[in-house]
């Protein structure tokens, strides 16, 4: 991973700041004067109009003059322990605010949904890529999503579940040494390897950062993140906007 810190606008160029705010890549007009920015999340989302514009193959109802379109919000559950989902869980009633300015599409804990949809606007990934099922998830939800972010410190870095990289770094290691570790060694009572195909998902040799599997435009640290931290990215997503995390409160790991 790259030193510069991914959060910041000032890591990111002109284009790159456009086309996550849904705006256009040419500069503004000199004389343009800009109109006073609203208070509320509520208010800037209705302000800056659609930061998503709904896809032209989608037939959705013409909405009203005053309505912007809410944003599609997802979130997965990678090779995690759901403690990013239960901070999520934590922002408690603003959540409630949360539903009037996002429909979340696909979640663990906030849907029934079980197959990833299309044109996925924002999704938090929560974990590191550890498996065949990973894996698969992690690169369908890349071509479904414009906006993805490392939800915590687990997707970032790999974390926790990154610790059996050790094991299988060691002379004769390997998914074969991480599967013996872990239902022989290390069984209570009939130590055996799953005995059917697929009935775990194949290990990966190694577990990965979401990042070397595929891009990321956020990285959102902590472990998990405060729900504070979550409610400041999610709050500037929504209004179109690039969240600005900075200094201990937005940076800190762990």
């Known amino acids: 991973m790259s030193s510069a810190n991914p959060l ?10 456009n086309a996550l705010a849904g705006e256009p890549t040419s500069a503004p007009s000199p004389a343009a004067t800009p109109e006073p920015s609203p208070s509320s999340p509520a208010d800037r989302a209705a302000a800056a109009g659609p ?45 409630f605010e949360l539903a009037q300015l996002a429909d979340i599409v ?12 299309d044109h996925v606007d924002v999704c938090l990934v929560e974990g590191a890529v550890a498996n065949a099922d990973n894996l698969a998830m992690a ?10 972010v490392a939800f915590g410190d687990c997707a970032i870095s790999a974390h926790v579940p990154g610790l ?15 599967l013996e570790r872990s239902y022989r060694e290390l069984a209570d009572l009939q130590p055996q390897w799953p005995g ?5 998902p194949e290990l ?23 729900a504070a931290r979550i409610r400041l990215v ?9 969240p600005q995390l900075e200094g201990p409160e937005g940076l800190r790991f762990g």
């Not at 696909?106 to 949809?117: G, H, I, L, Q, W």
């Open 8 to 17: 910041t606008a000032s890591s990111l160029g002109p284009a790159d700041r």
């Open 106 to 117: 696909y979640s663990p804990v906030a849907s029934d949904v079980k197959t990833y949809p």
């Open 51 to 95: 930061f998503f514009p709904a896809p032209s193959s989608v037939s959705t109802p013409a909405p009203s003059p005053a309505a912007a379109p809410k944003l599609r919000l997802a979130t997965v559950w990678l090779a995690g322990c759901s403690g990013c989902h239960m901070s999520f869980l934590d922002l408690d009633d603003w959540l």
């Open 234 to 242: 999610l709050e500037a997503l929504v209004c179109g906007e690039i």
């Open 196 to 200: 059917s195909s697929g009935l775990v």
């Open 164 to 178: 059996r990289n050790r094991l299988a770094a060691e002379p004769g290691g390997g998914v074969a040494a991480v």
């Open 139 to 148: 690169r369908t939800l890349r071509e479904r999503t414009r906006v993805v």
């Open 204 to 226: 990966l040799e190694r577990v990965l950062p979401l990042h070397e599997v595929i891009a990321v435009e956020l990285w959102l640290p902590g472990c998990p993140p405060p």
